[in-house]
């Protein structure tokens, strides 16, 4: 190519340096240009996730969710409170229960024979002597007639039996019989006498029988389904009853306690208190019946470590039914004039049991304090708060002792639901009307 350079004349040398020169800048210029355009795409990514996550961190510091340390202290969180309050404090005992009926009667012939009648309809009531089945009473009239025939015929023989003695005393007083007659003649006076009082046994004993094909029943109560239907041959005693009878008015609940409560629960049953006990449902949402404590047994069952009790309860809506599972609420005694507050409120911490308490109207303080029993809905304070002081009932998990805070909602009557979220403060006063107006008051 050199020696072809060479040959050539100087204006072709020209064009041919120019032609590879040009080659040369347009790839270094589409290396640029690719260049450039990878700067410009990295250019236009960055600053959009840098002001996403920018934004992210605006917000999260705007919302208040961090803890000490972390976020913007300084925004208000905005928080629901409710008053402690003074008042009585059911203690109450949890347990299983089952429900049993006072009496239960399985319902039997006592005599054999043909069941003819049934006059009860399955689960009806019934009180003490109504009438239930009836056996075929005919063998039985029967055998009362044959021993009613037995009985006439021997009090005639006792009657002549008496009549010959009578003339045998007349004759021995005259000299004119033995000893040994007149003697005879008492002897079958008595023999008699006591052939009638087996026969007058016979005669109720078959009354008795004949009775006994009229099946009543023993109890008041509710019967159940029908085992027999009529046609079938029963015998006496057999192991198939007719129906059964569940006395359910009143009824009873049977429940155990662990033996570390029944010191205060025996206490007051010796001392002849009515210990009021609650029936809830197997959800333990909806109170069944009340009753109260009837018994209890006389030892504790070294297995479980628990004693026996049984509650009473009339039934009158009859709601319970035998064999029913209920939850058993055991009101072992009440606490007066204590310091309560929603249960919501309370909080646990490495320092211990406490709540925020609203200092002033746009801080909160945390307080430790001492708690005693507690159910669902409220909390008893033994130390540590007073009655009046209002406590942070949502919005905790935001908090820190000193932070500021916006009441959505400050009802000195009405403490907030803890199931309810938090959006902030109403934008207007229909919106806080609004908020509000979802508030359900508890059981305190």
Known sequence: MFSLLNE?????????????????????LISVLILLVIVALCWWLWPASTLDKGAESKRAGASGMGRPGFGASAIAVPVRVAPATEGEFPIFYKALGTVTATNTINVRSRVAGELVKLYFQEGQKVKAGDLLAEIDPRSYQVALQQAEGTLATNQALLKNAQLDVQRYRGLFAEDSIAKQTLDTAESLVSQYQGTIKTNQAAVADAKL???FTRIRAPIAGRVGLKQ????NLVAANDTTALVVITQTQ???VAFTLP?????????????????????WDRGDTKMQATGVLASLDNQIDVATGTLKFK??????????????????????DTLKQAILVPTAAV???????FVYVLDGDKKVKLKLLKTGPSDETSTVITEGLAAGERVVLEGT??????AEVEVVNDSKDVPAGPGQKLQGKPDSKSEKSAVLGKVEKPNV
């Open 209 to 211: 029988s004949l009775d």
């Open 347 to 353: 909080q646990f911490g490495t320092d211990g049991t």
């Open 8 to 28: 050539a004349p100087p204006v072709m040398v020209d064009l041919f340096m120019q032609s590879s020169g040009s080659r040369k800048s347009r790839r270094w």
């Open 311 to 332: 509650a009473r309860f009339e039934n009158n809506d009859e709601i319970l039914f035998p064999n029913q599972f209920v939850n058993v609420r055991l009101r072992a």
């Open 397 to 402: 998990d935001r908090l820190r002792d000193g």
């Open 250 to 252: 009143p009824i009873s």
């Open 228 to 231: 027999l239907d009529v046609g």
């Open 259 to 279: 033996e570390k409560d029944l010191s205060a629960v025996i206490s007051r049953y010796r001392t002849g208190d009515k210990l009021p006990v609650e029936a």
